[in-house]
T-cell receptor, first 112, second 115 residues
């Protein structure tokens, strides 16, 4: 099941710079997208979401961009901080469905 | 801030034994979910539960699995006869509404090891 893909297993960014995490999806029925952050031995923590009627949503240092024609979304973190080091999961849901479909995750490391 | 809690944090069991994983969802939430993550793999949906019945389930959620809301606060996942491949992190989640309208909030997980 590759409906949601995060092609970069890892990303390393210097503190203070921008982190950009990418996610692609194949199911055109997806209409709600979320980013979760996960530390080891903890559950996924909700970060930010976007509905398919929007192309951008911003919350503090986090911005999610949605390109429906390309079936692509990205999470921008600026400025990046050491506490942002974690695994980031992209997830999607389709209208009428209750399940979230997750990507494989991208491990983000913020270097001081 | 309200949060989803799960017990136990770790469980080790012998193949063929029954296990019950427990969750306390956020108190005003109406939808409850179980997901699992096998080591090195994606987080996978197992089942959703609303109004005291299963509302959606995946192919993984076969007859070996069952869910229950035995009282007003707990939500449980039972695996009747565990297999080696059931070893995974199991996450409970809850939401006040359906995805697309409301966010699912996850618990810290139960690490299940089947020997």
């Amino acid at each position: 099941d590759q409906q949601v893909k995060q092609n970069s297993p890892s990303l390393s960014v210097q503190e203070g710079r921008i982190s950009i995490l990418n996610c692609d999806y194949t199911n055109s029925m997806f209409d709600y997208f979320l980013w979760y952050k996960k530390y080891p031995a903890e559950g996924p923590t909700f970060l930010i979401s976007i509905s398919s009627i929007k192309d951008k949503n911003e919350d503090g240092r986090f911005t999610v961009f949605l390109n429906k024609s390309a079936k692509h979304l990205s999470l921008h973190i600026v400025p990046s901080q050491p506490g942002d080091s974690a695994v980031y999961f992209c997830a999607a849901s389709a209208q009428g469905a209750q399940k979230l479909v997750f990507g494989q995750g991208t491990r983000l490391t913020i270097n001081p | 801030e309200p949060e989803v809690t799960q017990t136990p944090s770790h469980q080790v069991t012998q193949m063929g034994q029954e296990v019950i994983l427990r969750c306390v969802p956020i108190s005003n939430h109406l939808y409850f979910y179980w997901y699992r993550q096998i080591l090195g793999q994606k987080v996978e949906f197992l089942v959703s539960f609303y109004n005291n019945e299963i509302s959606e389930k995946s192919e993984i959620f076969d007859d070996q699995f069952s869910v229950e809301r035995p009282d007003g606060s707990n939500f449980t996942l039972k695996i009747r006869s565990t297999k080696l491949e059931d070893s995974a992190m199991y996450f409970c989640a809850s939401s006040s509404g359906t995805p697309g309208l409301e966010t699912q909030y996850f618990g810290p997980g139960t690490r299940l090891l089947v020997l």
